[in-house]
């Protein structure tokens, strides 16, 4: 075998293994280009379902079938409690004519099995009811609460208030992302809402 040959033979694998390393990266790449595809679509369709939950329960607040079972007090009872991240408020969440005490909040601890760190658990109760949580990739769920005048309301605080607006913003992040990088799809909803007797609704 001579020298031209061993050449010719390291020649073939050099190119070879840049094909091969070539075709394994382009393989990667376009794995993460689906896993990523499918992350931002899964997140998109979590807002969806999420905001279309929210926007039931939020647009009751001070809203009662049966008005005369309201507080006969200002719109300053109907939120009962509310922080950064927790809200408790009245509403008819049945429809049924009676008032229920809704209550939302943001879970503190890591959901188990999770790749996501940053992933919680949003909560809803409903008066004495067992807390339901759903695991939509929610990493933030913040609350801010203004007067009438659009001056903000420190948090905490309970009932009576001076809560004549809210603004509610909401972060989903993938619950499991490609290397990890949970950063390149998120999808944030935010919204004002007017808290007021929604006599009627």
Partial sequence: MGTTTLIDLAGSFLVSGLLLLTALQLDQKSIQTTFDSQAGLTVQQNMVDLVEYLQYDFRKIGYCRNASKLPNSSVSAFIQKGDTSTIWFLADASNSGNVDTVKYWLGTSEIPGSANP???????????????????????????????????????????????YIVLAVRLEPVAAFNADYSSNFVIWRQTRMVSRNLRR
Avoid: C, H, W
């Fill in 118 to 164: 940053r992933v919680r658990l949003l909560y809803r109760q409903v008066n004495s009811g067992v807390p339901m949580g759903s695991n939509l990739g929610v990493t933030e769920f913040k609350i801010q609460y203004f007067d009438a005048f659009g001056i903000p309301i420190p948090t905490p605080f309970g009932a009576p208030n001076q809560a004549q």
